[in-house]
C-alpha cells in the first residue's frame, strides 16, 4: 500500500470478492497502529480515506461495510489508549460514516497472546467502547497467554473489556 488510490482498489476489492461470494454485510479490522500511520497522513486521514473508499465500494457492489479499528498487543498500551481516544472522538463525524452510518463498528485487540493478556488494555476500551456504541470485539482464547490461562483470557476479555464478541475464544472450552 503506497497510496490513497491503492486503499481504495483494496477496499473495492474486497467488496467485489465479497458479493462474488453473496456476501451482504462484512466487517473488516484495522490494524492501524501496525501499518498506515506515516503513509496516509495519520490515522485519522487513514480512516477517512478508508471510510470513502467503504461508501464506493457499498455503492458498486451493494455489500455494506463496517470497521474494527484494532490495537496490537505487543504495542505499549498508551498507543492504544491514544487511539481508542481517536475512536472516541471521531466516532460519529460525518468524515467518518459510510452510506450515512456509522463507519467505525468495533474496537479490537489482536496480536499473539502468549505474554500480553487482555487486562493491560481495559482502559482503551473503555475509553473507544462506554458510551459510544462501539463494541469491544477483542481476540482472546486462541493461545494462552500464559500455560494454563486461555479460559482466563477469554473470561477477562469478556468481563474487563466488555466484549460483545469474542474473535476465537477456543480455549473457553477449558473452563471448569
Known amino acids: ?25 462484512m466487517e473488516l479490522a484495522l490494524s492501524m ?5 506515516h ?10 480515506i478508508v471510510m470513502r473508499a ?3 465500494a457499498e ?7 463496517g470497521f474494527v479499528v484494532a490495537v496490537e498487543r505487543m504495542f505499549p498500551v498508551e498507543q492504544a489508549e491514544e487511539l481508542a481516544h481517536l475512536v472516541r472522538t471521531c466516532v460519529d463525524d460525518d468524515d467518518m460514516k ?5 463507519g467505525i463498528v468495533g474496537f479490537g485487540l489482536h496480536g499473539s497472546e502468549e505474554g500480553f493478556p487482555p487486562e493491560p488494555f481495559a482502559k482503551a476500551f473503555s475509553i473507544a467502547c462506554d458510551g459510544t456504541g462501539v463494541m469491544s470485539v477483542p481476540h482472546a482464547g486462541e493461545i494462552a497467554p500464559h500455560p494454563g490461562q486461555g479460559a482466563k483470557s477469554v473470561r477477562d476479555a469478556y468481563q474487563l473489556l466488555k466484549a460483545k464478541r469474542i474473535a476465537h475464544g477456543v480455549l473457553a472450552a477449558d473452563d471448569d
Open 98 to 102: 459510510i452510506c450515512g452510518r456509522r
Open 59 to 65: 455503492q458498486v457492489t451493494g455489500v455494506g461495510m
Open 54 to 56: 467503504a461508501e464506493k
Open 1 to 25: 500500500l503506497r497510496d490513497e488510490s491503492d486503499l481504495h482498489r483494496l477496499v473495492c476489492e474486497v467488496a467485489e470478492d465479497a458479493k462474488a461470494s453473496g456476501v451482504r454485510w
Open 39 to 48: 503513509r496516509f497522513g495519520g490515522q485519522r486521514e487513514t480512516l477517512r
Open 33 to 37: 497502529l501496525s501499518f498506515c500511520a
